[in-house]
């Protein structure tokens, strides 16, 4: 079935460092490829997402590129803030929309000043 | 709008007991989704509802667990006895189409359960 791989946490790093979290992925269709992060205590909430190959989302600063030959969709900040520290999660949807998401297990961020 | 709505926040009960999660979806949304998450398998669907009609349970762990949408506005999630194994937070999530595309899921704050 189809699966998210992402890299394992904890990340820790000091405010204005550069940010990559990986994450790959199976599946058998043309999935759409999302970040969700989940602030502490809360539930979660979209960040970005792509709906086919070599489209870019981006949102607050956040990137990822849908790569479709290396099936991957690598979460990038080119500076990271304090108020960044969550736990991030890339997640992959068959249908073409939101229905049965598959997520990877979470990177845990904590960013220090 | 108020986003989804689950109640209680935090529920602790003993194994053997019967414990209820509730839901209430963002008025207008079609989709209606219940994850669990653990750290060991981290977020999982357990079962989602279209119209309010199940359209896929192959998550649910058990017959223990059951779930029910008697209205667009209302979802409850019922583990019936509990075990201690059932302790996770569980997430309700909505979403529904909009020119054409489906929007993201929106998720509510969870409810995190501890069976003793």
């Known amino acids: 079935g189809d699966s998210v791989t992402q890299m394992e946490g904890p990340v820790t790093l000091s405010e204005e460092a550069f940010l990559t979290i990986n994450c790959t992925y199976t599946a058998t269709g043309y999935p759409s490829l999302f970040w969700y992060v989940q602030y502490p205590g809360e539930g979660l909430q979209l960040l970005l997402k792509?709906?086919?190959?070599?489209d870019k989302g981006s949102n607050k600063g956040f990137e990822a590129t849908y790569r479709k030959e290396t099936t991957s969709f690598h979460l990038e900040k080119g500076s990271v803030q304090v108020s960044d520290s969550a736990v991030y999660f890339c997640?992959?949807?068959?249908?073409?929309?939101?229905?049965?998401?598959?997520f990877g297990k979470g990177t845990k961020l904590t960013v220090n000043p | 709008d108020a986003g989804v709505i689950q109640s209680p926040r935090h529920e602790v009960t003993e194994m053997g007991q019967e414990v209820t999660l509730r839901c209430k979806p963002i008025s207008g949304h079609d989709y209606l989704f219940w994850y669990r998450q653990t750290m060991m398998r981290g977020l999982e669907l357990l079962i989602y509802?279209?119209?309010?009609?199940?359209?896929?349970d192959s998550g649910m762990p058990e017959d223990r667990f059951s779930a029910k949408m008697p209205n667009a506005s209302f979802s409850t999630l019922k583990i019936q006895p509990s075990e201690p194994r059932d302790s996770a937070v569980y997430f309700c999530?909505?979403?529904?189409?909009?020119?054409?595309?489906?929007?993201?899921?929106?998720f509510g704050q969870g409810t995190r359960l501890t069976v003793v």
């Open positions: 792509a709906t086919k190959a070599d």
């Open positions: 509802f279209n119209n309010n009609v199940p359209i896929d």
């Open positions: 999530a909505s979403s529904r189409l909009t020119g054409g595309s489906r929007t993201e899921a929106f």
């Open positions: 997640a992959l949807s068959d249908g073409g929309g939101s229905e049965k998401l598959v």
